[in-house]
């Protein structure tokens, strides 16, 4: 199982960016894939998920209502959409996995003991 996260970077105050996570090794319909962030200092929180068969997604309450996860099982890559962002949204961005299948399960992980796969990360930083 691999995940390569890409699309980091330098981004003003109230900007966008749209983070890629592309996934090999893992079905998109049958596996979770879920976004972390790690500030510097802080502990790595959970940011958003996409669950398998059903497409369920969970967002943590810092990112809800600005940040949208969706997938393309086409390329096998999931996307962060970030919008609004804001000084305390600069981390580094990591995607990862479980090992769980879930098939209708309405539910994904945003818990880091849960993860079994993780990829390397990409900086965003918010910053004027």
């Known amino acids: 199982v691999q995940l390569q996260a890409s699309g980091g970077g330098l981004v003003q105050p109230g900007g966008s960016l749209r983070l890629s996570c592309a996934v090999s090794?893992?079905?998109?319909?049958?596996?979770?894939i879920s976004w972390f962030r790690q500030a510097p200092g802080k502990e790595r929180e959970g940011v958003s998920c996409?669950?398998?068969?059903?497409?369920?997604?969970d967002y943590g309450d810092s990112v809800k209502g600005r940040f949208t996860i969706s997938r393309d099982r086409a390329s096998d890559t999931v996307y962060l959409h970030m919008t609004g962002l804001k000084f305390d949204d600069t981390a580094v961005y990591y995607c990862?996995?479980?090992?769980?299948?879930?098939?209708?399960?309405?539910?994904?992980?945003?818990?880091?003991?849960?993860?079994?796969?993780w990829g390397e990360g990409t900086q965003v930083t918010v910053s004027s």
């Open positions: 990862a996995t479980d090992s769980t299948i879930r098939i209708g399960t309405m539910n994904c992980p945003l818990d880091v003991s849960d993860m079994h796969y």
């Open positions: 090794g893992r079905s998109l319909d049958l596996y979770a």
């Open positions: 996409i669950s398998g068969s059903d497409g369920f997604t």
